[in-house]
């Protein structure tokens, strides 16, 4: 796992469930302290805060009961980095980075770890705090925000992305228009989305480089390691608009069926949902999809949705956005997605944000969908 990876599948971990999973009982975002002897009355009311979308947790009485979702496994099971991050894995194979989210994994092991009693775990606990230097102390800067080597400020790195966008054609009248079409997505939705294509890829090339230099290209990720622009298969562009209507986030599609992978993301995590301006802040529902096509399938119903490329990609400081409102979860209906969807449902449930999944009891929704079908499939889409 590189450093890029395990900071994702960190920021997809929820610490309310990874605590659950371990059989802390959390009650309303707390939870007792894994040392009761050091507090008054054993700790019978819990002095644990959790914060889940910031991922951290705190003892308000013990200076060394803290830390992140890597240190609250560390420090519940008394084990080194290493083992922790074993143990998350295992528990949560579907959010490993890259990884094939496949149906051959159980979901999360809950309650399968062996509890110890409260006192011989915080003596042990102890024991592992005061025993240093530890040997995955050299992995621990791994975790840090630290920023890679930095080419050109992050203003910048934005600045040459949403010149790329402004050097593409809108998709009216091209094969990318005749593809959407196809999937019964529609002119107003590609205006709305700002939707573009890449018509002539050679000039585009060619402009790229007359603008930037080579170097900056690639850190910026729009180009590969030869030299050349990156979406010679997938001349579909999907911008992530901010409030703004600007974008220094975007994916490609390809619109050859044949094309694996049928998408690609500019590199960096994704920083928020696509079309996140439906996260308004105001009370209502919100259908959150797997994919642009599919978020673009249900804004062309007239339906409030919003994107994120898999489970693996939803982040915990996404949260907030969601707060007024309830969630629809609208993943594929395949082992993988409802799998995706469980998940989701406790992360929003422990955020005390109402979900429910596509087709479960909503009058306005006709059948359910099929196994194995998509949104999209799903109101006539053909692939
Ligand atoms: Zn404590």
Same mark, same amino acid.
């Given at each position: 796992?590189? #450093?890029?990876?395990?900071?994702?599948?960190?920021?997809?971990?929820?610490?309310?469930?990874?605590?659950?999973?371990?059989?802390?009982?959390?009650?309303?975002?707390? *939870?007792?302290? *894994?040392?009761?002897?050091?507090?008054?009355?054993?700790?019978?009311?819990? #002095?644990?805060?959790?914060?889940?979308?910031?991922?951290?947790?705190?003892?308000?009485?013990?200076?060394?009961? $803290?830390?992140?979702?890597? @240190?609250?496994?560390?420090?519940?099971?008394?084990?080194?980095?290493?083992?922790?991050?074993?143990?998350?894995?295992?528990?949560?194979?579907?959010?490993?980075?890259?990884?094939?989210?496949?149906?051959?994994?159980?979901?999360?092991?809950?309650?399968?770890?062996?509890?110890? #009693?409260?006192?011989?775990?915080?003596?042990?606990?102890?024991?592992?705090?005061?025993?240093?230097?530890?040997?995955?102390?050299?992995?621990?800067?791994?975790?840090?925000?630290?920023?890679? &080597?930095?080419?050109?400020?992050?203003? =910048? $790195?934005?600045?040459?992305?949403?010149?790329?966008?402004?050097?593409?054609?809108?998709?009216?009248?091209?094969?990318?228009?005749?593809?959407?079409?196809?999937? $019964? /997505?529609?002119?107003?939705?590609?205006?709305?989305?700002?939707?573009?294509?890449?018509?002539?890829?050679?000039?585009?090339?060619?402009?790229?480089?007359?603008?930037?230099?080579? =170097?900056?290209?690639?850190?910026?990720?729009?180009? @590969?390691?030869?030299?050349?622009?990156?979406?010679?298969?997938?001349?579909?562009?999907?911008?992530?608009?901010?409030?703004? $209507?600007?974008?220094?986030?975007?994916?490609?599609?390809?619109?050859?069926?044949?094309?694996?992978?049928?998408?690609?993301?500019?590199?960096?995590?994704?920083? *928020?949902?696509?079309?996140?301006?439906?996260?308004?802040? &105001?009370?209502?529902?919100?259908?959150?999809?797997?994919?642009?096509?599919?978020?673009?399938?249900?804004?062309?119903?007239?339906?409030?949705?919003?994107?994120?490329?898999?489970?693996? #990609?939803?982040?915990?400081?996404?949260?907030?956005?969601?707060?007024?409102?309830?969630?629809?979860?609208?993943?594929?209906?395949?082992?993988?997605?409802?799998?995706?969807?469980?998940?989701?449902?406790?992360?929003?449930?422990?955020?005390? /944000?109402?979900?429910?999944?596509?087709?479960?009891?909503?009058?306005?929704?006709?059948? @359910?969908? &099929?196994?194995? =079908?998509?949104? @999209? =499939?799903?109101?006539?889409?053909? &692939?």
């Amino acid at each position: 796992m590189t #450093s890029e990876e395990l900071k994702q599948f960190k920021a997809s971990l929820s610490i309310t469930s990874v605590a659950e999973a371990l059989g802390i009982d959390v009650v309303r975002g707390r *939870f007792h302290c *894994f040392c009761p002897q050091r507090h008054a009355n054993g700790d019978r009311t819990p #002095s644990v805060s959790i914060s889940e979308d910031r991922g951290l947790f705190r003892c308000w009485v013990c200076e060394d009961v $803290r830390g992140d979702v890597f @240190n609250l496994v560390q420090q519940y099971k008394s084990c080194s980095f290493m083992e922790a991050l074993d143990w998350l894995k295992e528990t949560y194979p579907f959010l490993l980075p890259g990884g094939k989210s496949g149906p051959q994994e159980g979901s999360p092991k809950k309650r399968s770890v062996q509890v110890s #009693s409260a006192v011989e775990r915080s003596s042990r606990a102890q024991e592992s705090r005061s025993q240093e230097p530890r040997e995955e102390e050299d992995l621990q800067p791994l975790l840090e925000e630290k920023p890679a &080597k930095e080419l050109i400020p992050e203003d =910048e $790195r934005k600045k040459v992305v949403l010149s790329f966008l402004k050097m593409l054609t809108p998709v009216d009248g091209t094969p990318a228009a005749a593809y959407l079409m196809k999937r $019964r /997505i529609f002119k107003p939705v590609w205006d709305r989305m700002l939707l573009r294509t890449i018509t002539d890829y050679n000039a585009l090339n060619r402009q790229l480089k007359e603008t930037y230099s080579l =170097e900056v290209l690639q850190y910026v990720g729009l180009f @590969n390691d030869k030299g050349n622009l990156r979406y010679y298969k997938h001349p579909l562009i999907f911008p992530y608009l901010d409030p703004l $209507r600007r974008a220094s986030h975007f994916q490609a599609r390809a619109i050859d069926s044949s094309v694996e992978p049928k998408e690609l993301h500019l590199k960096g995590s994704v920083p *928020f949902p696509y079309n996140m301006t439906a996260l308004d802040q &105001k009370k209502g529902w919100i259908y959150l999809c797997e994919g642009v096509i599919d978020t673009l399938t249900m804004l062309q119903q007239g339906l409030q949705a919003v994107g994120i490329p898999g489970v693996r #990609s939803f982040k915990m400081q996404w949260l907030p956005l969601f707060k007024e409102k309830n969630v629809v979860l609208c993943l594929d209906h395949d082992e993988a997605g409802r799998k995706g969807m469980e998940y989701l449902q406790q992360v929003f449930g422990n955020a005390g /944000i109402r979900t429910i999944i596509l087709g479960d009891g909503l009058e306005n929704i006709p059948v @359910n969908m &099929k196994e194995g =079908e998509d949104v @999209n =499939e799903w109101f006539g889409g053909k &692939k």
